[in-house]
Every structure is written in C-alpha cells, then in structure tokens.
C-alpha cells in the first residue's frame, strides 16, 4: 500500500486512540415510527412531531431535506440530536458525550415520553424494535437530502453487480428504511484497540442471544436479521466493509492494512453526492478517474471525476466493531431493545470494557460456542435465528451469559455510579432462554397480536 495512503489511514483512524482524554460514552437509539392504526406512516405527522419537540426542548433546526422540512436539530447545550435516519419512520436520539449512562437514560425517557405523547394524538408511536413492524406497510421512501437520496440509489444497483461479487444479493434493498439500532460508542486507548476489536468480535453470538430484534417475515428463519441485511447488499459488495473480522489482529500495522483493503463508494463533487462500483482505498487512489452518478435534481447522470486525497473522509463502514475517527469504537451490531431497556446495550458494552482482560480470558477459553468447529462468523449467522444449533448444550450457553453478564456488572461497579442496574433485563433473558424477538414470535404463535408487542416494546 502506498505510504502516503497508509500515513492518511493512520492519522484519521489510529491517532485519535493515542490522545490522552476522559472516558466518555456516546449512545445512539435509533427507534420506528408506527401507526397503530395499520397505515404507512404520514412523513407530515413525522416533522410535525419532530418540529414540535425541537421547540419544547430548545433544540436548533440544523438539517433539511430537499423541501425544506425538518431532518435533524441540536441542543448545544448536551450535545444532543434528533434527526431521522434514512425515512421519515426511523426516528434517532443521539445524545452528547456522557460520563453517567443514567444521565442519558434520565433525557432519553424524557425525550421519548414527549414524542410519544405527541405522536399518540394520531394514533402513532415509537416502539423498541430493530425492525419496523410496519416494513410492508410503510412506504419506505428515503428522504430527499443529498445523503439518503445516493444511499438509496446506491443500494437498489444491486441487480447490476450480481456477477462481479461471491454474494447472493438479498431483494430488500430499501431495508435502511425500516431498520433501527441501538448504538454505542466507547473511547479506546491506542494499546488495548486490537485486543477490543479481537474480543468483541469473539462476543457476537453470544449478543446476538441476548439481543436479537429484527424479525422480518420476508426471511423468519432470523430472529436478529438486521445485520444480514447490510451484509448481503451492496454495502456488503466487499465483506470487509461490514459484519465482523474475518481474523485476529496481530497488531496495530495489520489493522491498517485491513482499513486499505476496505472500499469507498460514494465521495461529493460541487456539493453533490457521487455514487459509484464499490474501489479499496489502495486502489482508488491509484486510478486517474473514477466513473459514477449523481442526481441532477431531475434525474441520474454519469460523471468521470478524479480522487482527491480528502475523499479518504467518505469512507463508510459498517463494521460490529467500528473503528471511528474520533478515537472511539463504535459498536453497531445491536438492535433497538424495548425502550423500558434502551440502555441495556450500552451498559453491557460499557461494563465489558472496564473488564477486557477479564472476557479476554473468559472468551478464549469457551469450550461451550468455540468447540464445535465453527468460527465467530459463522456462530453469529446460527446463534441470530430462531432454531438454535443442536450441538449447543442451552443450559451451558444460560451458565456462559451469566458469567459475561456478572463480567460486566463488575466493571459498571468499578464505575461506582450504580448502573450494573440497568444489566438486570438481560441476567432475566440469560435464565429464560429469550430475547425480545423470540419472546415477541412466542407470543404471536399462541395468538397475541403483535399490536400488543408494538405497544409494551413503547412502554417506559
């Protein structure tokens, strides 16, 4: 790779980690908008509620959309936003830099009591799930801003690479719409960022035990679909873009060697997005030209266009592990949680950390997921559905959990702020073999209405 490339990667990426500086927590909730009433939601009703909560709280519009509407604003004072991602019915609260997860639980509850107040005047809510019930209801249309309208085109032009790559493209390519997250992200230190990387990569199955729900009709066999989706579409055209580490890190050199070998697919010319056939860093800033799209404001041209060494800034990846460039990890692999649960992911997350060497040790000495032959990857592909392996013992995998649960209730005690707490929802699914999206499907198969998951997944 060439050394001005592996000098940029470096900067953006490796020498945030080295800056000394507190260990903040940032989380971010990505949750649907439904109507109750079976209809796809109203985006009038959507920037309504929206508009209306940027007033109560003081928050200052920041993004629009191609009309003018509401997409995003900020309260300076926390750092806090509200901004919709991708469509109008996936609604995001990221909050500012946190010392405290009951800081956060305190203003996402309140948050989210106000907005589904105001929603509920139609008939409307947000709901705790990692995929929007409504997904064949709604209209599923991406708003019309820059960013989402490429994303969009972008992952709909499947149907021409379907011979380039080893991938069976899934037919959901508008998922973005109706796909919610729950994530977070922890600052990491330059000494401990691949062993952070090599362990959470190791605690995927057992995550997606705890918090698998994504359930989609369109593929049932998963229980935690979510992640599927991005890795079998165009965001997953190079594997390394998305989804875990295929190998253990050595170190620092072979981590960034594997951020050049990811690929860039969109970067901005005269304030238009770009879209284009998926390059790695190496050797797009190799090429004299690039061949993509933009949108005109009518419809898509073609344009030839040369790298600028600032594109490395439109590199998107959609990693478990997510090495950011603000010195943090940002782990993306969870689902929305029911929102009485919302801070689950980012207590389990943060606990963990506090105890790495700890589930280092435990993890690489499991004999109850890592004996059978199969590797992290493909332990999260089984462990995401609903028919569990029959080679896993449950009563063991039940033993495991509590032993990564009480891990991280260590570490949020060594915190001293009382949040091992908040752990206690998940030590309930370890013992009963559950997590939202079984309990949901068990449910709905002994004649439930799912309406009733929808509204107590909205509960606080």
């Given amino acids: 790779m060439n050394e001005n490339i592996r000098k940029a990667i470096y900067d953006k990426y490796i020498a945030p980690t080295k800056k000394e500086r507190p260990d903040y927590i940032g989380v971010e909730i990505e949750m649907p908008v439904v109507d109750l009433g079976g209809t796809p939601v109203d985006e009038n009703i959507s920037i309504s ?51 405290s997860l009951f800081e956060v639980k305190e203003r996402f509850e309140k948050y989210c009591k106000f907005l589904n107040s105001e929603f509920s005047k139609y008939n409307y809510t947000l709901t705790g799930m990692g995929v929007n019930p409504h997904a064949d209801i709604n209209h599923n249309k991406p708003i019309q801003n820059e960013r989402y309208r490429m994303l969009y085109h972008y992952l709909h032009s499947y149907p021409r690479h379907t011979k380039e790559v080893d991938i069976r493209f899934h037919e959901r390519p508008d998922f973005g719409t109706f796909t919610s997250a729950s994530q977070v992200q922890l ?17 995927e199955p057992y995550k997606a035990l705890l918090f698998a729900n994504s359930y989609l009709p369109d593929y049932p066999q998963f229980l935690c679909v ?39 697919y969109c970067t901005m010319r005269d304030g238009k997005y770009v879209d284009f056939t998926p390059v790695t860093i190496d050797e797009y800033f190799s090429r004299s030209s690039i061949e993509g799209e933009y949108y005109d404001g009518e419809s898509y041209r073609r344009i030839s266009f040369s790298p600028e060494s600032n594109d490395i800034e439109y590199l998107r990846t959609f990693k478990f592990e997510d090495l950011t460039f603000r ?44 004996s059978h032959g199969f590797n992290a990857i493909e332990l999260q592909n089984m462990l995401s559905k609903r028919k569990l392996p029959d080679f896993l013992d449950e009563t063991e995998v039940e033993k495991q959990l ?59």
């Fill in 49 to 99: 509620v929206a508009e209306k909560f940027t007033e109560h709280f003081g928050f200052a519009p920041e993004g629009h959309d191609s009309y003018g509407s509401l997409t995003s604003a900020k309260h300076s004072p926390t750092g806090d936003i509200l901004s919709f991602d991708c469509c109008y019915s996936n609604l995001e609260l990221s909050f500012g830099k946190a010392v």
């Fill in 187 to 203: 600052d990491v230190r330059y000494d401990e960022l691949t062993d952070v990387i090599n362990v959470f990569g190791m605690l």
């Fill in 226 to 264: 979510r992640n599927m989706l991005w890795e079998y579409s165009m965001q997953g055209y190079n594997p390394h873009n998305v989804g875990m580490f295929a190998q253990k890190l050595s170190g620092i050199e072979e981590l960034v060697d594997y951020i050049g070998t990811q690929s860039i």
């Fill in 327 to 370: 010195g943090t990890i940002e782990y993306r692999s969870s689902c929305c949680q029911p929102l009485s649960e919302a801070m689950t992911v980012a207590a389990f997350h943060t606990g963990l950390k506090e105890q790495l060497y700890e589930l280092k040790e435990l993890l690489e000495n499991d004999r109850i997921i890592y």
């Fill in 402 to 460: 509590i032993n990564i649960l009480d891990i991280a209730a260590v570490g949020l005690k060594k915190r001293g702020l009382g949040e091992e707490v908040l752990l206690a929802p998940l030590y309930e699914r370890a013992e009963r073999h559950t997590n939202p999206a079984r309990t949901m499907l068990e449910g709905i198969s002994k004649g439930i209405p799912i309406t009733n998951y929808i509204e107590q997944y909205a509960a606080i």
